[in-house]
């Protein structure tokens, strides 16, 4: 099988990547616009493999899209290609409008004249499907509630709208033009090969080098954090077995506030490097909040656990020793972007 993968050199799209072909053996097609959050060094390890093709092109270019489809004789699509950062979208909702809504459509649209091309069996094959985020679900209350498939949309952000737009051009083109589609909402990604922008990889790197750890509020938001590992598994099950026309909640169950979250790498952090006086959560400064910021995000994985089998293999104290450890060992890789002229102001404050 042969699989395209869109944003594969993102943050989860690389994890999914190299689950794919190294854990699975399938051939990957990367096509990736290669934007500020893309790294090449996320996905250097497969470079080489007979399995493994990579390209430069932007989803918004409908007829390019066509073309590498039928060049590379793909057998589905799992599309991740977006803008991510909410703090981002507030700044500049132009570009979230362009990629997320207006990418997906192109997609979209390229994919199904692909479809229509394919013989019989391999167009009975033939998938697409569409990576989301639970944001576009909006917040739920502190005191309960998980989001599931069912639960009605309501986001609040640029980026969340932008999103929330893909998620219905999908199911639309389900079931106006019968395209063989499968949707997932994911909860907060954490791991290895996260840009720095992000809360966890900015809180541990401020924290190895003793700058202060910013925490937007007074740090209550909570989300359900999941390692980007377990997350490339679900999606590849869902891609595979998943049922057509239907959507996916994938979560880990690891439910924190964001002030927990900070102080959790503060501890590990200080038992692996102890400062020369003084613990890292004297680091910890409150800043104000951003605006339309959600209170609370938590997924129920009933779905995709029950049907496909999958289960989180990380739980959080051992994803977040994971995580720090991978970073304070891969400096080469997180340096030259943490020294990028476009991180400075931005790698003040953290997305969550």
Not at 14 to 20: F, G, K, M, P
Not at 143 to 164: M, Q
Request: negative net charge; aromatic residues 10%.
């Amino acid at each position: 099988m042969k699989i395209m993968v869109t944003g594969g050199a993102g943050f989860i799209g690389s994890a999914l990547c190299r689950h794919l072909v190294k854990d699975l053996g399938y051939h990957v097609v990367n096509v990736d616009k290669m934007t500020y959050a893309a790294t090449e060094g996320s996905t250097a390890m497969l470079r080489g493999s007979s399995s493994y093709h990579f390209h430069k092109a932007d989803i918004c270019d409908r007829d390019q899209m066509k073309s590498l489809m039928s060049a590379e004789d793909v057998d589905g699509i799992i599309h991740l290609a977006a803008e991510s950062h909410v703090d981002r979208s507030i700044d500049g909702p132009g570009a979230f409008i362009e990629t997320n809504i207006l990418g997906a459509f192109s997609l979209l649209q390229a994919g199904r004249a692909y479809h229509d091309t394919l013989p019989a069996g391999r167009r009975d094959r033939f998938r697409f499907h569409h990576v989301s985020t639970d944001e576009v679900f909006g917040e739920l209350p502190l005191e309960g509630g998980l989001f599931t498939e069912a639960t009605a949309y309501a986001p609040s952000s640029p980026y969340s709208a932008s999103k929330a737009a893909s998620d219905h051009l999908v199911m639309a083109w389900h079931k106006t033009y019968g395209m063989p589609v499968v949707l997932s909402n994911c909860s907060n990604n954490y791991g290895p090969y996260q840009f720095p922008e992000k809360l966890m990889p900015l809180m541990i790197l401020n924290g190895l080098e003793g700058k202060p750890l910013p925490v937007y509020g007074q740090g209550t938001n909570v989300r359900d954090w999941l390692h980007v590992e377990d997350h490339a598994r679900a999606l590849a099950l869902v891609f595979m077995r998943g049922q057509l026309g239907q959507s996916y909640n994938i979560g880990g169950r690891n439910e924190r506030t964001n002030l927990a979250v900070v102080e959790a790498i503060a501890d590990i952090l200080d038992q692996e490097v102890p400062l020369k006086s003084g613990s890292r959560r004297s680091l910890i400064t409150f800043v104000g909040d951003r605006p339309g910021h959600d209170l609370r995000y938590a997924i129920d994985a009933s779905k995709i656990e029950g049907e496909l089998g999958w289960r989180a293999k990380y739980t959080f104290e051992t994803g977040l020793k994971d995580t720090i450890s991978w970073y304070m060992s891969n400096q080469d890789w997180w340096q030259p972007l943490r020294s990028a002229r476009y991180a400075g102001e931005r790698l003040g404050k953290a997305s969550s």
